[in-house]
């Protein structure tokens, strides 16, 4: 025996050399696999010690990440008769766990092997056999067995079942799955190993099912299963599904030793950390709603099963350091949450101040809070809230709402209520029938039963009779107030410069090429077509709606205005604000919009002219319809002309641009030469106006000519002009004899 | 009876020392002697076997903390010195130690910056903090240990670490895969079970990880230090059994002895759970 031991333990340190070799070149395997077979293999009758080791080496070879695919795969065949020969002979729970481990390395190499070679049987027989020595033992081995068959199954269901080709013209890179089988491969028929898969992974499940209470079992399989959720897409709903249905803390049930403690906490940890990994993988998964709802659930039937204290970890008994002044636990520092009690509330009626008062001192009891002014309230009053001790706080919310339901049992807290109470007091006296009970006379847990017990409520009649349904009218909202409907009409405006706003990047108006006239307004999306867009809003959309209205206001305007929202001049009020708030750059919306306004009040005059054309009647008699052009010319030029600097180019541009001028514009750019400073800029925006707008050019020329003269500090700039285009007022003044000073001046 | 398998060894060495069989030694109670008792509460009575025997069975550890450098280091240390086979490392981002202030930490990079270069900065940077707060020691104890700070993430189970066999503690885990994983902290416990799943589980090989929450300090390491070593050894010597029984009678025993040594791991737990009250501790079996 002795002398057995010693070449077994020479044969084992040779054995060792050798797999050192190996783990320092993976190249080695090669030639190392073969060459130990023979003294740990099939009828080599090896003593245990050598069996071990050989099924450690092999289980250590297939996993071993350093050797590559395609040596595994060579190698696999090799050793298949010596694992079928281990896994049926040596009763050792040592070599079966190995082997078992090295079969589920193998199984996909094997299965791999097969597709490339459909007319091996002889391997693939084998291997079955190992897998259905595994099967049989998966029920009835010790648990370190069980685990082991538990992964071989994983790793079977994850080869039987389809999984995702990488790249079809690579086959060589492809993970190893049932979609590489043809449906026509001999030896391994897809449908079948389909349907083996499936029972495989039902069996698998069950054991998260199954009433045992082994945690070893449980977290092998759940930690098995996060891989099969993630490469196989096919499969991962029936599994999560499986894990949704089990409950990790089952044991609460049985009685609470530390062990039984400690092995719930382990459950639940471990299927947290699997559907945390699925989460964190795949976060937009259909299924992450489902698994967060059932973490919750998991969560909260935790807290549910250990109590605080037994979560949270307690101070150690003695300080760790006794002479440390700072780690040394402080105590005496905690004051009692439940030290508040306040005064207690007196009986009978009680003001909200007593209810809601918690402190015995006199002094802050009288202090009247209002005194402090809101805005000091409002600074001070989060930065407290924050400091404010949570216990302390709850303690005190629970004092109150003690007190305030022992009030509301007690009596009626207001007269309105008692006066309630009172009639129906009444009401019984004068009718015995009637029943003022309107809280239910059983308690909450009669009335729960009995729902338990009533039919469920989902549950249709087996046939729906077909008789006619009435058609459903949905009754008619109630109208909206003057004051509902502007809320509503100025949230919708508002919301429609939103977009605007969202539109005025400088950016998105990008060089595009200029369409020329052959357009179309408002097609593309940008902010020109949205001022279009909301200028048409304002001028046509509502027209016609409130106009004969509008005409009786007119006509009797102390009635005083009905209906003040009107949706175009609301916008119009917004458009016109939002062209103020940055008019330099938004000269062009203005511009845009006015010409907008200005061809509906075309259009609404030509419309009413053909009105009054069909009924004949006298045009005097017809109502004239609203124009808005005028108007919004001036409020927008009364607004701009105070901020125009001397040497604005812009406001030539624009009332060269707007599709009318009149003499009230012509009024507003001559008050501009009120100022000193501007004269030049009206001057110039006139010439302009004379050179290039030829419509207008006599009413230009008549207010330069009114500038002349009646506005002094303009003569200079003006006679220049005057000279070119309307030389008899110059000459008209010369032949007075009294000549202005001005004049004067400049000769 | 409520036997400390500890002392299994001491027990056999005493019933072979004599031949007549004497008196039965008494029974070794559960509850802990409060004559005995250490500052963290638990009986301080260690197991006479601390150092396993050389040649016998021994499983291979992991430890893991956060930037494994105080609390996984001194229970690798631990481990190493009960010959032990171990390895360890952090599962941060980055290593992140204490700096001149809270908000201030020295942070450096896992798997390339050496503890003697970390301890030559710090050195140069303040010694007279650093020693106080006892970083330099660490870092000085950390350094005979082995070179560099190590993360779990980038680890390759499987893959040999024959470029790591000056480590202490590394006789035994040449493959590059272990047995037990116990980490020191539940976030680790996450990171390593969050990885363990990334990574898919191919070797096919079981792993039992197990968490013992130990605070950052170096007190708590030193106690959570002994503690791990403490089920390092219960677990090793389970496993050992384990070996032991073969043969035909080794399927059929009925006795808890003679179950297995994975499913007695959950026994194993309970019973050091009562044993270490303070140190709240979890398990799964992963894989590799």
Same mark, same amino acid.
């Given at each position: 025996m002795n002398s057995g031991l010693s070449i077994a333990s020479e044969t084992l340190s040779q054995l060792e050399s050798a797999r050192a070799l190996a783990l320092s070149d993976?190249?080695?395997?090669?030639?190392?696999?073969?060459?130990?077979?023979?003294?740990i293999g099939a009828g080599s009758n090896a003593i245990i010690e050598l069996r071990r080791w050989g099924a450690d080496f092999l289980a250590e070879t297939f996993a071993s990440p350093t050797l590559g695919l395609e040596d595994k795969q060579k190698l696999s065949l090799l050793v298949l008769e010596t694992l079928r020969e281990n896994l049926e002979t040596v009763n050792d729970l040592g070599v079966v766990k190995s082997v078992v481990q090295a079969a589920a390395s193998i199984y996909p190499l094997v299965f791999r092997h097969t597709i490339l070679n459909p007319n091996d049987a002889q391997n693939w027989q084998i291997m079955a056999a190992i897998k259905s020595n595994i099967l049989r033992r998966m029920d009835s081995a010790p648990p370190g067995v069980r685990i082991c068959c538990i992964k071989f199954v994983q790793r079977v269901i994850q080869v039987e079942t389809p999984g995702l080709i990488a790249d079809p013209r690579r086959p060589e890179q492809n993970e190893i799955s049932l979609a590489l089988v043809p449906r026509d491969h001999p030896l391994i028929p897809p449908p079948n190993l389909e349907a083996e898969a499936s029972g495989l992974l039902d069996r698998l499940l069950s054991i998260l099912h199954e009433d045992t209470s082994d945690a070893l079992l449980i977290t092998a399989t759940l930690n098995s299963l996060g891989t099969l959720i993630r490469a196989r897409p096919a499969i991962a709903?029936?599994?999560?599904? /499986? #894990?949704?249905?089990?409950?990790?803390? =089952?044991?609460?049930?049985?009685?609470?030793?530390?062990?039984? $403690?400690?092995? @719930?906490?382990?459950?639940?940890?471990?299927?947290?950390?699997?559907?945390?990994?699925?989460?964190?993988?795949?976060?937009?998964?259909?299924?992450?709603?489902?698994?967060?709802?059932?973490?919750?659930?998991?969560?909260?039937?935790?807290?549910?099963?250990?109590?605080?204290?037994?979560?949270?970890?307690?101070?150690?008994?003695?300080?760790?350091?006794?002479?440390?002044?700072?780690?040394?636990?402080?105590?005496?520092?905690?004051?009692?949450?439940?030290?508040?009690?306040?005064?207690?509330?007196?009986?009978?009626?009680?003001?909200?101040?007593?209810?809601?008062?918690?402190?015995?001192?006199?002094?802050?009891?009288?202090?009247?809070?209002? /005194? #402090?002014?809101?805005?000091?309230?409002? =600074?001070?009053?989060?930065?407290?809230?924050?400091?404010?001790? $949570?216990?302390? @706080?709850?303690?005190?919310i629970n004092i109150i709402r003690s007190r305030y339901l022992a009030l509301s049992k007690a009596q009626p807290p207001t007269t309105l209520d008692a006066a309630v109470a009172a009639t129906r007091q009444q009401a019984i006296d004068e009718d015995e029938e009637y029943e003022p009970d309107f809280e239910p006379t059983e308690d909450a847990e009669q009335i729960v039963n009995k729902l338990d017990n009533a039919p469920p409520e989902g549950l249709l009649p087996e046939r729906v009779p077909d008789a006619p349904l009435a058609p459903f009218k949905l009754p008619q909202a109630p109208p909206l107030s003057e004051q509902e409907i502007e809320d509503y009409g100025g949230g919708t405006v508002r919301r429609v410069f939103g977009v605007m706003s969202a539109l005025d990047d400088p950016t998105s108006r990008a060089k595009a090429p200029k369409p020329g006239f052959n357009r179309l307004a408002a097609s593309n999306y940008d902010r020109d077509a949205w001022v279009i867009l909301i200028s048409r809003l304002a001028t046509r959309a509502a027209t016609g709606l409130g106009d004969p209205m509008e005409k009786v206001d007119s006509e009797y305007k102390t009635l005083g205005r009905r209906g003040t929202f009107s949706v175009g001049n609301t916008i119009r009020d917004a458009l016109y604000m939002y062209i103020m708030q940055d008019w330099r750059k938004r000269i062009d919306v203005a511009t845009s919009w006015l010409s907008e306004e200005w061809y509906n009040d075309r259009i609404q005059l030509e419309a009413a002219r053909a009105e009054a054309e069909d009924t004949n009647s006298d045009s005097n008699d017809l109502p004239t319809p609203t124009l808005h052009y005028h108007k919004w010319?001036?409020?927008?030029?009364?607004?701009?002309?105070?901020?125009?600097?001397?040497?604005?180019?812009?406001?030539?541009?624009?009332?060269?641009?707007?599709?009318?001028?009149?003499?009230?514009?012509?009024?507003?750019?001559?008050?501009?030469?009120?100022?000193?400073?501007?004269?030049?800029?009206?001057?110039?925006?006139?010439?302009y106006l004379i050179l290039f707008r030829p419509p207008v050019r006599d009413l230009c020329i008549d207010a330069l000519e009114d500038l002349w003269r009646n506005y002094d500090g303009t003569k200079t700039a003006t006679?220049?002009?005057?000279?070119?285009?309307?030389?008899?007022?110059?000459?008209?003044?010369?032949?007075?004899?009294?000549g202005s000073f001005e004049e004067v001046k400049v000769q | 009876m409520a036997a400390d398998p500890r002392l299994a060894h001491a027990r056999q060495q005493q019933q072979k020392l004599t031949a007549t069989p004497p008196p039965p030694p008494p029974p070794i109670s559960a509850q802990p002697d409060s004559t005995k008792m250490g500052l963290d509460?638990?009986?301080?009575?260690?197991?006479?076997?601390?150092?396993?025997?050389?040649?016998?069975?021994?499983?291979?550890?992991?430890?893991?903390?956060?930037?494994?450098?105080?609390?996984?280091?001194?229970?690798?240390?631990?481990?190493?010195?009960?010959?032990?086979?171990?390895?360890?490392?952090?599962?941060?981002?980055?290593?992140?130690?204490?700096?001149?202030?809270?908000?201030?930490p020295n942070v450096y990079s896992f798997n390339s910056t050496t503890y003697r270069a970390i301890h030559a900065e710090l050195s140069s940077q303040n010694a007279a903090l650093y020693n106080q707060n006892g970083l330099l020691p660490m870092l000085a104890r950390n350094l005979n240990i082995k070179s560099y700070p190590e993360r779990f993430q980038d680890w390759?189970?499987?893959?040999?670490?024959?470029?790591?066999?000056?480590?202490?503690?590394?006789?035994?885990?040449?493959?590059?895969?272990?047995d037990v994983i116990i980490t020191c902290e539940e976030r680790c416990f996450d990171a390593v079970l969050d990885d363990l799943l990334n990574k898919g589980g191919k070797l096919?090989?079981?792993?039992?990880?197990?968490?013992?929450?130990?605070?950052?300090?170096?007190?708590?390491?030193?106690?959570?230090?002994?503690?791990?070593?403490?089920?390092?050894?219960?677990?090793?010597?389970?496993?050992?059994?384990?070996?032991?029984?073969?043969?035909?009678?080794?399927?059929?025993g009925a006795g808890r002895s003679r179950a297995g040594f994975d499913e007695r791991v959950p026994d194993i737990l309970g019973e050091w759970q009562e044993r270490w009250p303070n140190l709240p501790a979890m398990w799964t079996l992963a894989w590799f």
């Open positions: 993976a190249a080695y395997y090669n030639q190392i696999v073969p060459g130990v077979l023979p003294i709903n029936k599994i999560l599904s /499986a #894990i949704f249905n089990f409950n990790p803390l =089952k044991l609460a049930n049985s009685p609470m030793t530390s062990r039984s $403690k400690v092995m @719930m906490k382990s459950i639940e940890r471990t299927t947290r950390a699997l559907l945390m990994n699925i989460l964190k993988r795949n976060p937009e998964s259909p299924a992450t709603p489902r698994i967060q709802q059932y973490l919750e659930r998991i969560h909260r039937m935790r807290l549910d099963v250990f109590d605080e204290s037994n979560r949270k970890r307690s101070a150690p008994v003695e300080p760790t350091d006794g002479l440390d002044q700072s780690k040394r636990q402080r105590l005496g520092a905690n004051v009692p949450a439940d030290a508040i009690s306040g005064p207690q509330v007196p009986s009978g009626p009680v003001s909200v101040a007593q209810l809601f008062t918690l402190t015995e001192e006199e002094g802050a009891k009288n202090f009247d809070v209002q /005194a #402090i002014p809101v805005e000091i309230v409002v =600074k001070i009053i989060v930065p407290l809230l924050m400091t404010v001790d $949570k216990t302390k @706080m709850d303690s005190a010319v001036l409020k927008l030029l009364d607004a701009i002309l105070p901020y125009l600097e001397s040497n604005d180019k812009i406001m030539i541009r624009f009332l060269s641009e707007i599709p009318d001028v009149d003499g009230d514009i012509l009024q507003r750019v001559k008050r501009i030469a009120e100022d000193p400073e501007r004269v030049g800029l009206t001057v110039n925006i006139l010439h006679s220049k002009l005057l000279k070119k285009w309307r030389p008899e007022v110059l000459e008209q003044h010369q032949e007075t004899p009294n | 509460s638990t009986n301080d009575e260690r197991p006479q076997s601390d150092i396993v025997a050389k040649d016998g069975f021994k499983l291979k550890f992991c430890t893991v903390c956060a930037s494994n450098q105080n609390r996984s280091m001194e229970a690798h240390l631990r481990l190493a010195l009960s010959s032990l086979p171990v390895i360890s490392f952090g599962t941060g981002t980055l290593v992140r130690l204490p700096g001149p202030s809270i908000h201030q390759i189970p499987g893959k040999p670490r024959l470029d790591h066999s000056t480590d202490k503690g590394a006789p035994g885990t040449e493959s590059g895969v272990v096919n090989r079981p792993v039992h990880v197990f968490n013992v929450d130990i605070r950052d300090n170096h007190e708590e390491a030193l106690v959570g230090g002994r503690a791990i070593l403490d089920l390092a050894l219960r677990l090793n010597e389970c496993a050992a059994q384990e070996r032991e029984i073969h043969g035909s009678e080794g399927w059929e």
